[in-house]
T-cell receptor, first 110, second 112 residues
Framework: NAGVTQTPKFQVLKTGQSMTLQCAQD?????MYWYRQDPGMGLRLIYY???????DKGEVPNGYNVSRLNKREFSLRLESAAPSQTSVYFC?????????FGSGTRLTVV | SQQGEEDPQALSIQEGENATMNCSYK?????LQWYRQNSGRGLVHLIL?????REKHSGRLRVTLDTSKKSSSLLITASRAADTASYFC????????????FGKGTRLSVIA
């Protein structure tokens, strides 16, 4: 099993550009999550989807949108990237207890 | 806002020694989980302890939970260089299906 797959692994954007981070899981999990990790800040929740067809805001949703395309896929979109969105982004999925994380997308906005 | 706070922020020990990391949290929880993150990688789930449990073991890991003090500890016995990583606690709130809230982590260095 691949688990949770994130693409791309690295990305550099210019301020104002848009992009979509892709996430797919093959474990038939109902819940999926997007976190960002900044130095000294731990992980902060951006958005989550408790089940297919539902999405909810987390702690830091401003500047982001999400789409739960189907049970497998949960994408994160930056409509107009800002330098403050420079971070490492992690997607995770879960069923009952314990999260499975992807390997992350390192995003730099210049 | 962060629910869990790990202590210490960084820990350096010799191979073979035990490593203890602590986590404090603020509100009542359903369960508390510990994760490991190797440099440049995603987090890996280590162990989960429910609010009605006081201690749990998994291999060289021992986790305790004190709900009256809102704290938990992770003990890694007989540490190895491969244990070098960041360790995070994460809490699940009492409401059903609430996302985990992560602490800022403890960076553990095990020196061979």
């Amino acid at each position: 099993n691949a688990g949770v797959t994130q693409t791309p692994k690295f990305q550099v954007l210019k301020t104002g550009q848009s992009m979509t981070l892709q996430c797919a899981q093959d474990m038939n999990h109902n819940s999926m999550y997007w976190y960002r990790q900044d130095p000294g800040m731990g992980l902060r929740l951006i958005y989550y989807s408790a089940s297919e067809g539902t999405t909810d805001k987390g702690e830091v949703p401003n500047g982001y949108n999400v789409s739960r395309l189907n049970k497998r896929e949960f994408s994160l979109r930056l409509e107009s990237a800002a330098p403050s969105q420079t971070s490492v982004y992690f997607c995770a999925s879960s069923e009952n207890y314990g999260y499975t994380f992807g390997s992350g997308t390192r995003l730099t906005v210049v | 806002s962060q629910q869990g706070e790990e202590d210490p922020q960084a820990l350096s020990i010799q191979e073979g020694e035990n490593a203890t990391m602590n986590c404090s949290y603020k509100t009542s929880i359903n369960n508390l989980q510990w994760y490991r993150q190797n440099s440049g990688r995603g987090l890996v789930h280590l162990i989960l302890i429910r609010s009605n449990e006081r201690e749990k073991h998994s291999g060289r890991l021992r986790v305790t939970l004190d709900t009256s003090k809102k704290s938990s500890s992770l003990l890694i016995t007989a540490s190895r260089a491969a244990d070098t990583a960041s360790y995070f606690c994460a809490t699940e709130g009492l409401s059903g299906n609430t996302p985990l809230v992560f602490g800022k982590g403890t960076r553990l260095s095990v020196i061979a």
